[in-house]
């Protein structure tokens, strides 16, 4: 028997089997399509991501493979710089395309030993007190067994189906046809057509993506009955038509697709041994480019939680705690996409609002707030009242013998102790690092991070700690 079946082999899924396999964690992925994704659906990590594959130690292969951009117009494409001074070393957009992402959590994943099968599709589950069957689609007695499973299998989740989970929201009002493809137009022709559009229409783009293909996005005539069937380049052309006077003279088309602006939460996302991450707990449209990172950022808090109940040492309450955290991050990200949506529209009323908007993006501390929101630097879970740090992740700051986020990359927690050694964590040493170094971006005496990079305690009283160990890593060894 399994420890934990990954349900869907993208961002999330890979993340969380790296995750779980870094603390030993037996891992099956099972994807549905018989390999990895051709195209790419997002085109970049935000901030937070970027910190993560820093903890990880992956940064430098997604460096080698991207390209790093601090430009503006994140929030509702309103193009205003970054604020100086992000509380980040990576005050940057990594520009890398989705299938890139994903080969490289793949590589990473299978390096720790996790296994992906291609071609499987759950059809069934069931769950017991001792774990959850899956039953595989094709025919005969396929079943797996495994401790715990986890859905991060989409939008169209099928285990957030079978679980019976509702999934409330708003259907698609508008949608956006986008496709991959090439042009027989002018660079110079192309960039001044594309701009005069976007002076009143702000979902139209057209975006170089290498070797002669171009990004282009168009609204739809509307919403499609049957989203499943994919958009046609004659369609693509008439809209393209419709808004910019031209088709650009598309042609070679990689891929066509829509997306709509539906946004829904799953109602939980525990149902006793099986979990939800990513789209399959959460849709909303790509604006801010939020839903690969959200996914990836769920992962990572949900890989150390579930680790720890299988390998026994969680407190009460530390898997429940995923959802606490992370459904009401999802919760303000579908509060800023949907805000987000509006500010795009071309009607007179929410352009009155985006010139507003603008106006008030002037000031540094409403440009930065918005962009810790889409940057995803800005999440604080409720860890109680304490220290201004608590609850928020910790950005990389340099130690004397190196920087903090190097000494993270075997998945414990961390005690960053300033006081010059005169804390412990006996008994919690296989679960948590204890650094005696210091900082001077950091000033406080010492701080407890969990495996996730969030400061669960701040301060110098020994008895103090205690209770934050037993909280977060559960009873001591021995």
Known sequence: MMDVIVVGGGPTGLMLAAELRLRGVRVLVLEKEAGPAGYARALGLHVRSVEVMDQRGLLERFLALGKQYAVGGFFAGIDKGWPERLDTAHAYVLGIPQPVTERLLTEHAVALGAEIRYGCELAGLSQDEDGVTAE?????????RSRYLV??????????????????????????????VELDVPPETLAAVVAEVRRTQFRFGVIPQGNGVHRVIVPAEGVAEDRTVPPTLDELKQQLRA?????????????????????RLAERYRTGRVLLAGDAAHIHPPTGGQGLNLGIQDAFNLGWKLAAEVGGWAPEGLLDSYETERRQVAADVLDNTRAQMLLLSAEPGPRSVRRLLSELMDFEDVNRHLIEKITAIGVRYDFGEG??????????????????????RGGHGLLLDQTGGRLSVEGWADRIDHVVD?????????????PDGHVAWVGEDQRDLLGRLHRWFGAAAG
């Open 136 to 144: 595989l689609a094709g025919g005969g007695d396929t079943r797996l």
């Open 151 to 180: 859905g991060c299998d989409g939008g169209r989740s099928t285990v957030r189906k079978l679980l019976g989970v509702g999934f409330p929201g708003e259907p698609s009002r508008v949608e956006t046809l986008l496709g991959e």
């Open 243 to 263: 808004f910019a006077g031209t088709d650009f003279g598309v042609h070679s088309p990689r891929r066509i697709s829509r997306f709509g602006d539906a946004t």
């Open 387 to 408: 220290h201004e740090l608590l609850g928020r992740r910790l950005r990389d700051v340099g130690l004397k013998r190196g920087r903090l986020y190097e000494l993270m």
């Open 438 to 450: 210091v900082s001077e971006e950091l000033d406080v005496p010492a701080v407890l991070l969990r």
